[in-house]
Structures are given as C-alpha cells and as structure tokens.
C-alpha cells in the first residue's frame, strides 16, 4: 500500500552538497538542504518573524536565518539560544534519485 504521506519535492540531484532549496509539498513550506551527504527537511520560514530560511547561510549543522541571525541545528530544528523554541523537522527519503518528504510526520524534535 502506498503511503500518501511522503510526497516527491525534488530530484535528488538538484540538491548538491552544501545545497538548500525551498520546496512546497501541498503548500507547506518546507527548507531541504544536504550536509556530508544527509537531506534535511524542516521548516522554511524562521521561527522568529518568519524570514525564507532558504536565503540564511549553513556551517557545519547549524543554519543561520538571514535578518537577525537566530541559528537552528538543521538535524533537530533546534533553535541554538532557546531550545524550546524550534522549527519542525520532516523525514526524507530517496527513490530511484527522487527526494521525498513525509508531510505528516513532521517532528517537534527531541
Ligand atoms: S526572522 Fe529569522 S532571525 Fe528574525
């Protein structure tokens, strides 16, 4: 059975090392970006005054929204300074080169 959960956003090989890319599943916006190898999926917009999240810079694992510099851990959607705020993170998949998210699953991460 197929689960309508997990929806295609994108051709794995669109997202390069070190890439990010807005994507919009149903009409949520979701960040997808890939650090030494992983996709991470979470929200697009920041936490904060909502800025595109896609438009902030990534080192390491850790994201940095580009209007006020709040930095988010990519892996848990934790913001850095105050971890009971974070962004939601979404499982990701790939199949036969195709990027899928799990819309449903969206994660207050540990
Ligand atoms: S909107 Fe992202 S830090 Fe302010």
Not at 11 to 17: G, R
């Amino acid at each position: 059975m197929v689960d309508k959960n997990w929806v295609y956003v994108l051709d794995d090989a669109s997202l390069p090392e070190g890439g990010m890319s807005p994507v919009y599943p149903k009409g949520i916006n979701i960040l997808l970006a890939r650090v030494n190898g992983e996709v991470y999926a979470l929200d697009g917009k920041c936490a904060h005054m909502g800025c595109p999240l896609f438009c902030g810079s990534i080192v390491g694992t850790v994201l940095t929204c580009p209007c006020h510099d709040w930095r988010f851990d990519i892996k848990t959607g934790k913001f850095l300074d105050a971890a009971e705020l974070r962004l939601k993170v979404y499982k990701t998949r790939v199949e036969d080169g195709r990027l899928f998210v799990k819309i449903s699953a969206a994660t207050e991460a540990l």
